[in-house]
């Protein structure tokens, strides 16, 4: 009796251990590993791409600072401002002469206006002034609005330049009738000085040529006097 006693204590003991370690092996009692959240890594993408965002404002905002920087060095570069009879006057006279004939073709700005010509930015509010490319001609056109008061002074400023010209001896040869051919005229607010045109027969006499030349330039005052309605 006493040996069957001791069989069921082991039996049971080892039905214990069995239920035991089925519930291991099924994983009910197994504590589920924690999973790992890398949050730093998170963070720190986070942070670099603000400061990548950062970087790409502060530029933005350089190339801004600069593209105005230079749109008011341009501004105030001395860029001649025309106005509508100005541009009208203009257009026709270089029909008058013909687009390929009009060797004043490169435009000058204050500072040149005031240097080569003596006019002082503060005499006019508006102003065409051209001049030829290469130094060999002569060939210019300027046209001013002066200010009040100072007609005169543009007016004085523009002869003493013609002066210079028909004075100087050393001038090409095909230039001088050109030169002597020059008007300088005062009309309203306007003065222009007109020393342009193309002759056709360079083979004249110099007094034809200066002729020639003073006709041209004198039809160029007749259309400053049309559209300015003088």
């Known amino acids: 009796m006493k040996k069957n006693t001791t069989l069921l204590a082991l039996a049971l003991i080892a039905l214990l251990a069995f239920t035991g370690c089925s519930k291991n092996d099924n994983g009910a009692d197994t504590a589920t ?3 790992v959240v890398e949050e730093n890594i998170t963070d720190t993408t986070d942070d670099t791409t603000t400061d990548d965002t950062t970087t790409d404002d502060t530029t933005a905002d350089d190339t801004t600072a600069d593209e105005e920087a230079s749109v008011d060095d341009t501004a105030d570069a ?4 025309s106005n509508e009879v100005l541009d009208a006057i203009h257009q026709r006279v270089i029909d008058l002469v013909g687009e390929e ?9 204050a500072t040149a206006l005031s240097e080569l010509f003596g006019v002082d930015p503060s005499w006019y509010d508006a102003a065409i002034a051209d001049g030829p490319l290469m130094s060999v001609h002569v060939d210019k056109f300027i046209a001013i609005h002066a200010t009040e008061g100072n007609v005169e002074n543009v007016a004085n400023a523009l002869n003493e330049y013609r002066d210079i010209l028909v004075a100087d001896t050393m001038q090409y040869p095909m230039n001088v009738a050109k030169i002597q051919g020059s008007v300088v005229e005062t009309v309203g607010d306007y003065v222009f000085l007109s020393m342009i045109g193309y002759v056709d027969d360079m083979e004249q006499e110099e007094s034809d040529l200066i002729n020639a030349y003073t006709e041209i330039n004198t039809q160029v005052i007749d259309i400053a006097k049309e559209e300015i309605g003088a």
Request: no cysteine.
């Open 33 to 35: 590993p924690t999973p």
């Open 78 to 81: 001395g860029v001649l401002t």
């Open 101 to 109: 004939n009009y060797v004043a073709n490169m435009p000058y700005d």
